[in-house]
């Protein structure tokens, strides 16, 4: 089968620097593309990322991407205008040397591991990792290696992976030093719970590489607890009703309870029993609540009710407050008024 444009389109034409077809639509994702014909069919005038997100139905965060990667590439500049003059004589040289941990300050070793020291970086991020399109590409087929990780990496986040995600994991095995099984191991756990944006991800590595997480046998332990920690955060989400994310301060009541091996049976029996004295359901009154307990010894749901009784106004399974009547009874009880206003409205009549 053959494929012709249709002549009923030419009415209006916009053009397309040739470099965009020649040397860049392999390495574009679809979402970059997108961004960049709606520049140019825009040229015009400024158009601003949010207008991009709306008139193209994408993320903010593929905009965002797409204009990082035209930059790189020197397609389109800081103002979002179309740059067609040729590429700069540095797309034609060897790929740069990358940063290493070798240059610049590294962790200090002689600090606890569960004590986190992410400012002994000068890089907090990938940001200011500048590397081409073309560079990438040349890092993968110059090493089987990273060609695995990107390969690996493409297949754990599908239609997710774009430049600035290849480019996040390169800057983390070359600057912070990461083992390739390590990062793999982080992008699988993040992706696994749907956050798996470069900015997520290289948060937890950077923590990873400051407490020296960088075996494989030690990502999948520190994953683990990673899981079991978000675990416990949805059932004490649950039990206080949340229907969103914690707030920062929230989040440290409950990070605080994990440390204290609160069990969230123990936390959702608080919680009932902060309901029964008639008090607004505070995490901060609730933690009064907790720490009393721990003083007293009482470590489990049975222990609290053998010294307080069960709770008789909410159901932590529902999140409602229960009867405190009989609904049977009331109902007998309206059957009677309504027969004796009958009455009296029957008398009065006749």
């Not at 020649?22 to 679809?30: N, Q």
Request: net charge negative; glycine share 4%; with cysteine.
């Amino acid at each position: 089968m053959e494929y012709f444009i249709s002549t009923g389109c030419w009415g209006e034409l916009f053009a397309v620097p040739d470099a965009v077809v020649d040397k860049y639509i392999k390495l574009a994702s679809g979402s970059a593309i997108k961004v960049l014909l709606y520049i140019l069919r825009n040229s015009n005038k400024r158009v601003s990322k949010s207008e991009i997100s709306v008139a193209l139905n994408i993320s903010d965060d593929d905009v965002n991407d797409a204009f990082t990667f035209w930059e790189e590439v020197k397609i389109i500049n800081q103002s979002g205008t179309t740059d067609v003059s040729p590429p700069t004589s540095s797309e034609n040289k060897a790929p740069a040397q990358t940063q290493t941990k070798s240059q610049n300050a590294v962790p200090d070793q002689t600090k606890s591991p569960n004590t986190p020291d992410t400012q002994s970086y000068i890089q907090r991020s990938s940001s200011n990792f500048h590397i081409t399109p073309s560079e990438l590409t040349a890092k993968k087929e110059s090493s089987k290696e990273i060609q695995n990780m990107f390969d690996i990496a493409q297949q754990t986040l599908g239609n997710m992976i774009n430049h600035t995600i290849l480019k996040s994991l390169l800057w983390q095995h070359e600057y912070l030093g990461l083992n390739i099984d390590v990062i793999l191991t982080l992008l699988q756990y993040c992706s696994s719970i749907g956050k798996a944006s470069a900015a997520y991800i290289e948060a937890i590595a950077i923590n990873w590489g400051a407490n020296n997480i960088n075996t494989f046998a030690k990502a999948q332990n520190e994953v683990q607890r990673m899981a079991e920690l978000q675990n416990f955060a949805h059932k004490v989400s649950s039990a206080f009703g949340l229907k969103r994310a914690p707030t920062p301060n929230q989040q440290k009541f409950i990070d605080e309870w994990s440390k204290k091996e609160f069990s969230a049976d123990l936390i959702s029996c608080a919680c009932e029993r902060t309901i029964d004295l008639n008090k607004t359901l505070t995490m901060n009154y609730v933690n009064a609540i907790l720490v009393n307990w721990s003083k007293e010894g009482i470590t489990t749901r049975e222990s609290a009710e053998a010294t307080f009784g069960k709770g008789n106004y909410y159901n932590s399974s529902s999140g409602k407050t229960e009867q405190s009547y009989n609904i049977s009874e009331f109902e007998k009880l309206a059957v009677t008024f309504s027969g004796n206003i009958n009455d009296e409205i029957t008398d009065k009549k006749y």
